[in-house]
Every structure is written in structure tokens, then in C-alpha cells.
């Protein structure tokens, strides 16, 4: 079962940040919280991840709050390329390897 | 140029039949996984292999086969017996341990008829 929850779908307008909500309320003290994108029929792109602080790359911004219930992701400046459906992941553990749990995303629409 | 290939994009099969697919990757990368698709849903995992000659079920493995003889393949097989073939089918590699960077062939497309 899947340990997010996102809105299924979000509209934003070019040029403006789209920030993405992810709640995950029953994260545990070591899970990584992961974002994915996937452009339609394609396979997903890796974004950014996080476990405790606040993360920033190329991409994207990753803000966890403070108890690690729920984190968003800021797309700074949205573009019509950023159309895709966005994927809030928690990575567990199970026995001695890890495992990505796939919600099923936000469909993020940019809009001209 | 590095990365996942997967083929064909579009596989049509009659019910019954076994289909293979296959994901080759030039990364270097330990670990391949292989995941299905539904429309409108996310990832579910079916095997994931962290190195050659290892594999393991993962949540939805009935049904599927696979092998990892070479670090650069990691071919699925689609059986009769899985109830429910048609799916988008995607294959991903990553390299260690401890990240879960995992980078994603274009996918392959399986319509049983």
C-alpha cells in the first residue's frame, strides 16, 4: 500500500512556482521521501529526495516539515515541459534492501 | 550515449501465450528492477535484482519470471499464468546501495489480445 497522499490533479501557470503537497503521516524515523516525474508513456525521472532538512537542486526544492508528516515540492519556474504527473515516494525498508512505494501522483498542468 | 533500453515499445501477444521482454542498460549499475504500470495508478514492483545471478520477488511477482545472467540484462518474462497482461512495463537500474536514484527505460507497451 501506498504511504503518500497527493491531489490527483493541480494547475499552474507558466512562469509562476507549483508548489506540489505530499502527506506521508506515517513515515518512520529512516524512510526517505523521494519525487519522481513521468512525461506521458515515458519512463519517470528522478527529481530530488530528502530525509530530515530541506533540499535544493537544478529541478526542484524539497520542503519536509518539521514532524516529517508531509513535504512539498517547488517547481521554481513552472514551464510547459513541467507538464507531467508527479510522483510523491517513500522508500522503505524491507529485510536488507530498500524499496520505493508508488502512490498514485499529481497531475501537474501547466498552463500558457 | 549511456542508459536503459527497453524493446520493442509495443508488444501484442495471444492470451496464452509467453512473451519476453527485454532491458539492457550501459550505466554500469548494480541493481535493475523491473515494475508494471496500470493506467492512472503508480509503480508496483514485480522483481528487482542487486547483482548478477540474484533475484528477488517483489510485491507482484506472480505470474512473471526473470534471469540476470549478465550485469547489463535483466529480460522479463510474461507467463500464462499471469492473470492480467496488459500493462506498461517499465525497467530501471541505479547504482549502490545506499541511493534509490533509479533511472527508467522508455517502457514497453504489452497489449494481450
Known amino acids: 500500500d501506498a504511504k503518500t497522499t497527493q491531489p490527483p490533479s493541480m494547475d499552474c501557470a507558466e512562469g509562476r512556482a507549483a508548489n506540489l503537497p505530499c502527506n506521508h503521516s506515517?513515515?518512520?524515523?529512516?524512510?526517505?521521501v523521494y519525487w519522481y516525474r513521468q512525461i506521458h508513456s515515458q519512463g519517470p525521472q528522478y527529481i530530488i529526495h530528502?530525509?530530515?532538512?530541506?533540499e535544493t537542486n537544478e529541478m526542484a526544492s524539497l520542503i519536509i516539515t518539521e514532524d516529517r508528516k508531509s513535504s512539498t515540492l517547488i517547481l521554481p519556474h513552472a514551464t510547459l515541459r513541467d507538464t507531467a504527473v508527479y510522483y510523491c515516494?517513500?522508500?522503505?525498508?524491507?529485510?536488507?534492501?530498500?524499496?520505493?512505494?508508488w502512490g498514485a501522483g499529481t497531475k501537474l498542468i501547466i498552463k500558457p | 550515449d549511456g542508459g536503459i533500453t527497453q524493446s520493442p515499445k509495443y508488444l501484442f501477444r495471444k492470451e496464452g501465450q509467453n512473451v519476453t521482454l527485454s532491458c539492457e542498460q550501459n550505466?554500469?549499475?548494480?541493481?535493475m528492477y523491473w515494475y508494471r504500470q496500470d493506467p492512472g495508478q503508480g509503480l508496483r514492483l514485480i522483481y528487482y535484482?542487486?547483482?548478477?545471478?540474484?533475484?528477488q520477488k517483489g510485491d507482484i511477482a506472480e505470474g512473471y519470471s526473470v534471469s540476470r545472467e549478465k550485469k547489463e540484462s535483466f529480460p522479463l518474462t510474461v507467463t500464462s499464468a499471469q492473470k492480467n497482461p496488459t500493462a506498461f512495463y517499465l525497467c530501471?537500474?541505479?547504482?549502490?546501495?545506499?541511493?534509490?536514484?533509479?533511472?527508467f527505460g522508455p517502457g514497453t507497451r504489452l497489449t494481450v489480445l
Open positions: 506515517t513515515i518512520s524515523g529512516n524512510e526517505y
Open positions: 550505466l554500469n549499475h548494480d541493481a
Open positions: 530501471a537500474s541505479k547504482w549502490g546501495a545506499h541511493t534509490d536514484t533509479q533511472y
Open positions: 515516494i517513500v522508500r522503505v525498508e524491507r529485510g536488507s534492501n530498500y524499496q520505493l512505494i
Open positions: 535484482s542487486q547483482i548478477v545471478n540474484d533475484f
Open positions: 530528502g530525509l530530515k532538512n530541506n
